[in-house]
Every structure is written in C-alpha cells, then in structure tokens.
C-alpha cells in the first residue's frame, strides 16, 4: 500500500514484558514520527527521526522508551519493562522532509494493552 | 500545560448547515496550524493548513481562519455532510521548549445530524 503501516494493530500483553511496535512509512519519506495517544487526548509527540538519526527524543517518557530506525526506512519502537501506564494507541507518523509545510501522514496506530 | 486547546468536547450540527470548530493556542512561537480529521480506529488524516502568514485558507468545503492577535483559529465546514462526522484534531508546528514538533490539541468530535 502507499500509506503508512503500523503492526500489529493491536497488542495485549502482561505488566513487565517487552514489547516492540513496527512502523513502515511512505517510500521516500525521510521523516518519520511516533506519537502516543491516550483515550480523550491528542497525540503526543515522542519522537522524531530525520534519516536513520533520532533528531528530536525529547518526548519519550524515560529510559524504558527506545526507537530505531537502522536503514532510514522501517522504525521500531521499543519499550521495556511495560506497565499498565503505558496502555495507549502507538501512532507512527512520516513526511516528505520533515518541514512545517510537509504534512505528516498517519498510520493506524498500535492499540497497546497492558494487563 | 496544555498550548493547544479545543474547548469544545463534542459538536453536533444539522446535515447541511455550517460547521464551526475552535481552537486556541498559547505558544507564540507556533507559525503553522494544521487540521486532522480522525475516524474510530484509524490514523488521523490532514485535512488543511495555514501558514502564520495568512489568515485564511480555503479548501472546498473546508476553510481555516487565523487571528494572531488572538492566537485562535477555526475550521469552518459548509455545507456539512453525514460523513464529516469524526473526531477533529488542530495542531500547531513551531519550537515547543526546544526542537520544532507538532503539538496537538485535545480534538472536538463533530456528529452530522441528518
């Protein structure tokens, strides 16, 4: 497809587990995004990668929180020691560029449940 | 400390009529605003822009008006059509305690009665 993909749609899984959230974005798109939504809120900004580096961090909530993007392409989110706080939809975001006049595209999100 | 507001929760508006959503911002540093519309569980999708710039910019059925002065914007929708019934995010682009990112409000659902 030509938008962006998130896998898996949903993930349901215990308090301390380990869990990692794809994100494959539009072909071409150097900027790519991760946000976090909880239920009655807008997306918060995590984090934002320009290429293969992680240009902007500030929004991860701590150091359980890690992302990657090795080849400039696919992203992965990871998150360590998972607690029921951390239940919210995962929504991975990219653009042309990353310039303000670049709208970001979104995907479906990842629904993370913690039990 | 919320810099984008949606005061609004929830909006319904006959088929056919106008449909008008507000949204106010704090951060004078925020030089691009931006709509999303979101339906349940999917992503949310754009649907138009301003720069800071303007102060208003039209996209069919859909216009954004911008006052700085009073750091407040809306979308206007018209006429409105069953299927604008969704969850309607603003969003504004510019340095938030540092780096420039995008920062969203709290979103206003809007139901077309028809």
């Known amino acids: 497809g030509a938008g962006v993909s998130q896998t898996p749609s949903n993930k349901v899984t215990e308090k301390g587990k380990y869990v990692e959230l794809r994100c494959d974005p539009i072909?071409?798109?150097?900027?790519l995004y991760w946000y976090r939504q909880s239920l009655g809120q807008g997306p918060e900004f995590l984090i934002y990668?320009?290429?293969?580096?992680?240009?902007?961090d500030s929004g991860l909530p701590n150091d359980r929180f890690f992302a990657v993007r090795p080849e400039g392409s696919v992203s992965t989110l990871k998150i360590q020691r998972t607690e029921r706080g951390d239940s919210a939809v995962y929504l991975c975001?990219?653009?042309?560029?990353?310039?303000?006049?670049?709208?970001?595209?979104f995907g479906d999100g990842t629904r993370l449940s913690i039990l | 400390d919320q810099q984008v507001k949606q005061n609004s929760p929830s909006l319904s508006v006959q088929e056919g009529r106008i449909s008008i959503l507000n949204c106010d911002y704090t951060?004078?540093?925020?030089?691009?605003f931006l709509w999303y519309k979101k339906y349940p569980a999917e992503g949310p999708t754009f649907l138009i822009s301003?720069?800071?710039?303007?102060d208003k910019n039209e996209d069919g059925r859909f216009t954004v008006f911008l006052n700085k002065s009073a750091k407040h914007l809306s979308l206007h929708i018209v006429p409105s059509q069953p299927g604008d019934s969704a969850v309607y995010f603003c969003?504004?682009?510019?340095?938030?305690?540092?780096?420039?990112?995008?920062?969203f409000g709290t979103g206003t659902r809007l139901t077309i009665i028809p």
């Open positions: 951060n004078s540093m925020f030089d691009y």
């Open positions: 975001a990219s653009s042309l560029n990353g310039y303000s006049n670049q709208p970001q595209h």
């Open positions: 990668f320009q290429g293969t580096g992680a240009a902007d």
């Open positions: 301003i720069s800071s710039i303007k």
């Open positions: 072909s071409g798109h150097t900027a």
């Open positions: 969003a504004a682009w510019g340095s938030n305690f540092g780096n420039e990112k995008l920062t």
